[in-house]
């Protein structure tokens, strides 16, 4: 195990013999699981550093949350990785490292991956009771890099979660007509899936723990220069999905961008220059 001195004790960052092993153990499975590629792991890291991580977690009601509201989502994410706490800071880091890294390569027969050190989109995850994210298809490219986006990592905190709560992990199939898999969102359970822009998930129905309680997890992203013929297409960014017999309502800014692109360059300037002057005159907020 690597191990490093935080506030005078020694951390076991990283299990690093046991992931040695279980990543070719567990290649076959992650492969031909349903509905794509992707493998849950329960016990992997150490508890006592995971308690450290919980402790330190930021508080909902800090600033330095991000929060997404709308129809689709309501959920909580961390911004830029100076704002993390540092045992998260330190975390986070390792298993963006070489040996887990190699783990991972291993696991999913994906070489050449690629930490992201931006952590775009990644880093901490919170959901308070009533929040949710509705089943998507995540973005392909790095929004710096350009990097082709391949698997997610994502890691449960949640110690005590009851059934009752919700907030499972969805896995649903590619023509979106059922969920194959729920997974429980419970301490010390690892998830990595393959992203591609039929890997379709989420948590769709809202929570219902305690007002107290929260779901809390992290969030990586992995990616490679380039990516299999098969899964080539174009740049995109998040794709939501509605499961049978729900609706979304049309997303005004999603048709506005739209919009502007088929419109003339001169004539979006022009747009763009009317309602700069007008904006005084517009009531707030609209």
């Not at 040695?20 to 509905?35: D, F, I």
Request: aromatic share 10%; proline share 8%; net charge neutral.
């Amino acid at each position: 195990m690597s191990s490093c001195e935080t506030t005078g004790t020694a951390v076991n960052w990283l299990p690093v013999t046991k992931l040695r092993e279980l990543g070719p153990s567990l290649r076959q499975s992650y492969e031909r699981a349903e509905p794509y590629p992707h493998v849950v792991i329960d016990g992997l890291f150490d508890t006592d550093l995971l308690h450290q991580l919980i402790a330190h977690f930021p508080d909902p009601k800090q600033a330095k949350w991000q929060k997404f509201d709308d129809q689709k989502q309501l959920k909580l994410a961390s911004s830029r990785d100076e704002t993390f706490d540092p045992v998260c800071r330190m975390f986070l880091y390792h298993l963006n490292s070489a040996p887990f890294l190699e783990f991972l390569s291993d696991l999913t027969g994906i070489p050449g991956l690629i930490a992201d050190s931006y952590f775009s989109g990644g880093g901490m995850h919170q959901i308070e009771r009533g929040g949710k994210l509705a089943i998507h298809a995540d973005f392909n490219k790095h929004p710096t890099t350009g990097l082709d986006r391949r698997l997610n990592v994502l890691l449960y905190l949640n110690e005590n979660w009851h059934d009752e709560y919700g907030g499972h992990f969805e896995l649903w199939d590619r023509s979106m007509h059922h969920c194959v898999k729920k997974v429980a969102p419970e301490f010390n359970r690892l998830v990595v899936f393959s992203t591609t822009d039929f890997s379709f998930h989420g948590h769709p129905d809202p929570l219902n723990c305690p007002p107290e309680v929260t779901r809390k997890s992290l969030a990586l992203y992995y990616y490679t220069n380039g990516r299999p013929a098969s899964e080539v297409s174009g740049r995109h960014s998040t794709q939501f999905k509605a499961r049978p017999g729900e609706k979304f309502q049309p997303d005004p800014d999603r048709a506005n961008s739209f919009v502007r692109d088929l419109l003339p360059p001169i004539l979006v300037r022009a747009l763009a220059r009317t309602k700069q002057r007008l904006a005084p005159t517009l009531p707030e907020g609209r």
